[in-house]
């Protein structure tokens, strides 16, 4: 099966700093690579998602990357704020398949 | 819309014990999704349903698990014997149906197996 490494496991950095978080996958078949955020107490919420046929995708301060040939994605904040402190989630799928593949988590820390 | 239902939001139990999570998606959704998340092991996929029918069970740990959903309205996890190495973040999950790929989650339950 499908399997998703995640890193950094916890990442600081200053307000107005940017934030890269990176992934890796195994399975060449995957095509479809959401991002997910969740705050303290709540559930995980999607953020952006990219498919395999596009390299790169922005909404406004996030953005994320992706290198089919190297199996891997990135996540890029720019600009962060301290609301954007929250621990960050990628995934990897196959579009239409219903079965998502979690990497282990990125803990996010912006400092004011 | 209330989105993604689950209860209890926290619970305790002594090794074991029975315990039932329940949830309930947002309607009109026909895809329902289990995952468990711990530190060790991040998000976990235990079990996903499409239209109430389980579709693929492969991540549900052991026997001592179990899941069901009798209507699209309702599903329930069961962990009968609970141990403590059950005690994680369990998380339900919905998406309209394939094709639509954003999954929508609960706010889990918080389970403590002593």
């Known amino acids: 099966g499908e399997n998703v490494e995640q890193h950094p496991s916890t990442l600081s950095v200053q307000e107005g700093d940017s934030a890269v978080i990176k992934c890796t996958y195994s399975?060449?078949?995957?095509?479809?690579f959401p991002w997910y955020k969740q705050e303290l107490g709540k559930g995980p919420q999607l953020i952006i998602d990219?498919?395999?046929?596009?390299g790169e995708k922005k909404d406004q301060r996030i953005a994320v990357t992706l290198n089919k040939t190297a199996k891997h994605f990135s996540l890029h904040i720019t600009e962060t704020q301290p609301e954007d402190s929250a621990v960050y989630f990628c995934?990897?799928?196959?579009?239409?398949?219903?079965?998502?593949?979690f990497g282990s988590g990125t803990k996010l820390n912006v400092k004011p | 819309d209330a989105g993604v239902i689950q209860s209890p939001r926290h619970e305790v139990t002594e090794m074991g014990q029975e315990v039932t999570l329940r949830c309930k998606p947002i309607s009109g959704h026909n895809s329902l999704f289990w995952y468990r998340q711990t530190m060790m092991r991040g998000l976990e996929l235990l079990i996903y349903?499409?239209?109430?029918?389980?579709?693929?069970d492969s991540g549900m740990p052991e026997d001592r698990f179990s899941a069901k959903m009798p209507n699209a309205s309702f599903s329930t996890l069961k962990i009968q014997p609970s141990e403590p190495r059950d005690s994680a973040v369990y998380f339900c999950?919905?998406?309209?149906?394939?094709?639509?790929?954003?999954?929508?989650f609960g706010s889990g339950t918080q389970l403590s197996v002593l």
């Open positions: 399975d060449s078949a995957s095509n479809y």
């Open positions: 995934a990897a799928g196959i579009y239409n398949f219903n079965k998502f593949y």
């Open positions: 990219i498919r395999s046929n596009v």
């Open positions: 349903f499409n239209n109430n029918v389980p579709i693929d």
């Open positions: 999950a919905s998406i309209p149906g394939t094709g639509y790929e954003k999954l929508f």
